[in-house]
């Protein structure tokens, strides 16, 4: 069998995004991850050769596990965002395909002297996203589960012959697993997992979910104008592992708490701002900036919500961006998730 059909995961438009949300805050949905790049290092120096290009911890990263990080440019901003994982004979990078030349370009250019080789892989590895409170009940059900298996720690599975890889990802929310084989095997995957009860779901759920998980996304709610501390992601930071590119600039953030803005949710009344809308306090002072906006299905946990940048020393007070009314939220938006 081949790989599944877009077809099966073509769900679009706004009624079809908000079953597929649904399904992935209470039940569990399925997804290709056909918008995922993957990269292998090899080479004897490939460990501290990446642990000097990222601004997480890739020295100390045991086999089996990984870690999210930044690419940063030497004025600390942020070029790009990836996964790193350690398959103890090489390392593999995931980023998002969209970054791949990108990515490609700036490993590239920072070998020098290094017994580093940089192989674009992904036509060879591809994957299955599984995500929901039933996820584990799905992958058990399809002998595709490992116990134990820790966030951004992952396995190498048996099974049909199919080779696969079983992910644990970094949600804050509900359970997420990737499934990682050729490609030639995710038909007999996919089906497995949609005849346990997995339930394929729609990019524009995926958005949603993001959203209502509160993660920023490069070139999304993250640019290049952005440093790490802005983005409230603590997780791709390591402030023991040494020297990299731009880890000056954030250790100087640190030490002096001196970053402006931070990414925050907002909870909306009236229309859903437009991207990149300035936020202004009750005075008309400059607040802040939407990046992202979603609106969710009326009833328990439904509503209007935005991601975007928040400044510190802003009045939380009386926000609005253009016609609508703004209130500081904890992320994630933990009501949508209520069973």
């Not at 079953?19 to 805050?25: P, R």
């Not at 996964?83 to 020098?112: C, H, K, M, S, W």
């Not at 501390?229 to 020297?243: D, I, M, S, V, Y």
């Not at 940048?309 to 609005?320: I, K, N, P, V």
Request: aromatic residues 8%.
């Amino acid at each position: 069998m081949g790989s599944p059909s877009l077809e099966k995961n073509a769900a679009s438009g706004p009624v079809e995004a908000q079953a597929g949300f649904k399904i992935l805050a209470s039940d569990c949905g399925i997804y290709e991850l056909n918008s995922r790049a993957k990269i292998a290092l090899t080479g004897e120096d490939r460990v501290r050769w990446l642990n000097g290009m990222i601004t997480n911890n890739v020295r100390d990263l045991p086999a089996g596990q990984g870690v999210y990080g930044f690419l940063l440019n030497p004025q600390g901003k942020i070029l790009g965002d990836l996964y790193a994982f350690n398959r103890d004979g090489y390392l593999l990078v995931d980023t998002e395909q969209f970054q791949l030349p990108r990515v490609l370009e700036i490993f590239e250019r920072y070998i020098i002297m290094d017994d580093v080789v940089v192989e674009n892989i992904t036509g060879n590895l591809s994957g299955i996203g599984i995500a929901g409170p039933k996820a584990e009940e799905i992958l058990k059900a399809t002998n595709l589960f490992q116990p134990g298996l820790a966030t951004l720690h992952f396995a190498d599975l048996t099974w049909r012959d199919a080779g696969p890889t079983l992910v644990r990802k970094d949600s804050p929310t509900v359970s997420v697993f990737e499934i990682w084989a050729a490609p030639s095997n995710l038909g007999i995957l996919w089906s497995a997992l949609a005849g346990a009860g997995g339930k394929p779901v729609s990019p524009e759920a995926l958005e949603l979910f993001r959203i209502a998980s509160g993660v920023p996304r490069f070139s999304v709610d993250i640019h290049e104008r952005h440093l790490p501390q802005e983005t409230g992601q603590q997780r791709a930071l390591n402030f023991n592992k040494g020297c990299y590119i731009g880890q000056e600039i954030v250790e100087r953030i640190r030490s002096r708490a001196t970053v402006h803005r931070t990414f925050t949710g907002f909870h909306v009344e009236g229309p859903l701002p437009s991207i990149g809308e300035k936020i202004v306090d009750a005075e008309g002072k400059p607040a802040g900036e939407i990046t992202s906006t979603a609106s969710f299905a009326s009833g328990s946990g439904g509503g209007k919500v935005a991601l975007g940048y928040f400044r510190r020393d802003a009045a939380a007070e009386g926000l609005h961006a253009g016609e609508s009314l703004l209130t500081v939220a904890v992320l994630p938006f933990k009501d949508f998730f209520k069973q």
